[in-house]
């Protein structure tokens, strides 16, 4: 076994025994920034997208047949804007423990559509453009402040991230790619040893976001999770060990040349341009360090078709009651609208408005049509679904396994379980007992690792990630308040799921429900 399996574990028991260094508290006053900066380098504004806010989240949860249609500029600047740049100012008044902060500028929370372990939003979007592309080929990286890209390198260099990709990765054929990298230090200072699991997620949302926004427009995003990480950190210019690239995204190009065209060569290029740190003081962990090393180091080795078989969610248990849920209500609302209007409920949730079925069974269903990263991830479902239910019309109060076969609930346990979900939270910004239900996406942790390696935690969290946007942007299509959160006890939760057996990890909850009416807030788009 691998590092992965030891850092897993104490995921799952850092709620009973903490990881080091157990007595961490943040320097917030030298904190990083939100994004990396380039000083020094020439800005490209990104134009206003050109497409109609009339494509429905509905349509971005299904599969786009075939490759889907080819992107352009104005594509890429709406995917881009809606899902990682600015769009607005976070003022309401809540019970997260940054309120007192918010009114002040230099403090200031601003609003994205896809979601972020802590707000921090770690990954770094580069576009590696070629030949094909609207603008002078290069390696550009995405300012979100600005919502325009910044020129690191001038040159065709998209021949590296095609061989660094390999000949058997779904999309590569193209000269246009979209790069993720994380930024190790933009979490940690926060979330320290605890921290590659926070940001493997945020890779899972942004692509998630992606994906659902994309799919929406009949484009198709077919992200790479293995590929060579060192030949492509070499060309960012940046060091393992502080960002790793996590994805690489190939997009269909409007005018990629044919497939008997020759494609640009390799050309061993480095980015030189440096990020400059906001902090005087940068720390490493050495969990992270770990995790780094070991989830890297047989990037290449992509899995074989049906090698994640063996770790495929569970089927529901059918000697279990049924209860039957209604058809999912539509979610008729345009996926920008949905990712604009999404944020954290923070202990705004009513119970005195309870959820209807309906409205769970169409988070339910979107939490399993967004599991699935798609590219050279496979086909397999990884995650399982189980909601502990509080007040949702005509469901009595109790645990459940979602079986999305029968789109129908599996009863687990009887009674209210509003004590169980506040006990076993660790902070005080969510009364749990007032969400209409709270769910709970589970994998296998262990056995996807055995069966792809240590890069596989990248996978898991990165599911998981995809799930909890996916359930973000539903609520948000129907209107309903939602929060997701790590700081939970998982091992309490594998008890009281009965999950001792199956090998599956609880790894964050979101909860959904009713928010209180005529909130205290304050408008503030600005995009």
Known sequence: ????????????????????????????????????????????PLPDTGYPADA???????????????FGLGALSGMLRDSYGIIGRRLGVQANTDLSALPFYPLANWSRGTASGGGLYPVSVYWVSGASGPVAPGVH?????????????????????????????????????????????????????????????????????????ARARGL???????????????????????????????????GTPSVSAPPAKPVQSSVRHKDVERSRTVLTFDAVQEMQAATSRCATERPAPGALAPAAALPADAGRAEVPLPAARPLDTDVRSALRRRRSSFGRFDAQRPV??????????AAVAGAGLGGDTGDVLLAKLYAFVNHVEGLAPGSYEYDPGTHSLRRVREGKPGEFLQKNY?????????????????????????????????????????????????????????GVALGFDNISYIEELGLDETGEAPLLIMMIGNERPAPADFRYEIA
């Not at 509905?58 to 249609?69: I, K, N, S, T, Y």
């Not at 930024?183 to 659902?212: E, L």
Request: with cysteine; charged share 20%; hydrophobic share 40%.
């Open 1 to 44: 076994m691998g590092y992965a399996h030891d850092y897993a574990a104490a995921i799952l028991q850092r709620g009973r025994v903490p990881m080091e260094p157990a007595d961490f508290v943040p320097n917030w006053a030298d904190g990083p920034r939100k994004a990396k900066h380039y000083p020094g380098t020439d800005s490209m």
């Open 56 to 70: 429905t989240v509905d349509r971005g949860l299904r599969e786009v047949p075939g490759h889907g249609e080819p």
């Open 141 to 213: 990286h995405y300012s979100p402040r600005h919502h325009a890209m910044r020129r690191l390198l001038t040159g065709d260099v998209s021949g590296e991230v095609r061989d660094a990709l390999g000949e058997d990765a779904p999309g590569a054929a193209t000269d246009q790619y979209l790069v993720l990298g994380v930024k190790y230090w933009q979490n940690a200072f926060k979330y320290n040893s605890f921290s590659f699991h926070a940001v493997t997620m945020d890779v899972g949302t942004i692509v998630g976001t992606w994906r659902m926004w």
């Open 220 to 254: 198709g995003i077919e992200p790479a999770l293995w590929f060579d990480e060192e030949r492509l950190a070499r060309l960012l210019g940046v060091r393992g060990e502080e960002e790793g690239i996590f994805a690489v995204v190939p997009l269909r190009w409007q």
């Open 356 to 365: 209807t079925a309906d409205q769970l069974a169409a988070c339910l269903a």
């Open 426 to 482: 660790f902070l005080a910004n969510y009364n749990l007992e007032q969400a209409g239900a709270v769910l709970v996406p589970t994998v296998r942790t262990n056995a996807v690792l055995d069966s792809v390696g240590d890069r596989g935690y990248r996978l898991v969290n990165a599911t998981i990630g995809a799930v909890s946007q996916a359930v973000y942007t539903a609520a948000s299509a129907l209107e309903l308040g939602c």
